[in-house]
Nanobody, 127 residues
Framework: QVHLVENGGGLVQAGGSLSLSCAAS????????MAWFRQAPGKERQFVAG????????DYADSVKGRFTISRDNAKNTIYLQMNSLKPDDTAVYYC????????????????????WGQGTQVTVSS
């Protein structure tokens, strides 16, 4: 089992920045594709960004391209999401997720491909 814990959420003004982290425990995630999803009130959970096991491939939702950056530090068993130029539409609960397929180039945007999920961290962007 992999236990994921997100940190770094909070309240920020539009145009500001936040950095999220997701620390894994229970098993090394170095071979897993990892991703960030988000869910706004009344909306379905959506893919934000993903990164394959060695960082060789990343993928982003169109709505965050150029503003968000996903990264990972396998030695620390942690992934990150740097969020810049934040907009009120970015307000959501942000979730970290792990795809245990293992050492693949694949980065999938589909929830059902991810096996482990964190509890989420709230990000609120005020206008």
């Amino acid at each position: 089992q992999v236990h994921l814990v997100e940190n770094g959420g909070g309240l920020v003004q539009a145009g500001g920045s936040l950095s999220l982290s997701c620390a894994a425990s229970g098993r090394a995630i170095s071979g897993y594709t990892m991703a960030w999803f988000r869910q706004a009130p009344g909306k379905e959970r959506q893919f934000v960004a993903g990164i394959n096991w060695n960082g060789g491939r990343t993928d982003y939702a169109d709505s965050v391209k150029g503003r968000f950056t996903i990264s990972r530090d396998n030695a620390k068993n942690t992934i990150y999401l740097q969020m810049n130029s934040l907009k009120p539409d970015d307000t959501a609960v942000y979730y970290c997720a792990a795809d245990r397929s293992g050492f693949t180039f694949r980065v999938t945007p589909h929830e059902y491909d991810y096996d482990y999920w964190g509890q989420g961290t709230q990000v609120t962007v005020s206008s």
